[in-house]
Nanobody
Framework: QVQFVESGGVLVQPGGSLRLSCAAS????????MAWYRQAPGKQRDLVAR???????TVTNAVKGRATISRDNAKNTVYLQIDSLKPEDTAVYYC?????????WGQGTQVTVSS
């Protein structure tokens, strides 16, 4: 079963930027459509951005114009860059395939946007 390990979460001021990384185990990473999700306190886990095997990307309206998802198949890694961060971006961020594999959720990485 593929496993994902997220990193890069930080405490950042509004207007700042961050780049999250997600490393995947296994040799078939390049075959997965990958996605970033986030879960704010008391809320459900939501899709943030998605990238296909041919690197076509989709971002949700909540981060449109501010977020970029990318992947490096040679490193089995997917990235999420978010600029112009807002307090409402505060959440635990997870990566997984799309649709997500229930047994593959990692610990996530905490992003806190606060002054």
């Amino acid at each position: 079963q593929v496993q994902f390990v997220e990193s890069g979460g930080v405490l950042v001021q509004p207007g700042g930027s961050l780049r999250l990384s997600c490393a995947a185990s296994g040799s078939i990473f390049s075959l997965y459509v990958m996605a970033w999700y986030r879960q704010a306190p008391g809320k459900q886990r939501d899709l943030v951005a998605r990238i296909t095997t041919s690197s076509e990307t989709t971002v949700t309206n909540a981060v449109k114009g501010r977020a970029t998802i990318s992947r490096d198949n040679a490193k089995n890694t997917v990235y999420l860059q978010i600029d112009s961060l807002k307090p409402e971006d505060t959440a635990v961020y997870y990566c997984n395939s799309w649709p997500p594999r229930p047994a593959s959720w990692g610990q996530g990485t905490q992003v806190t946007v606060s002054s």
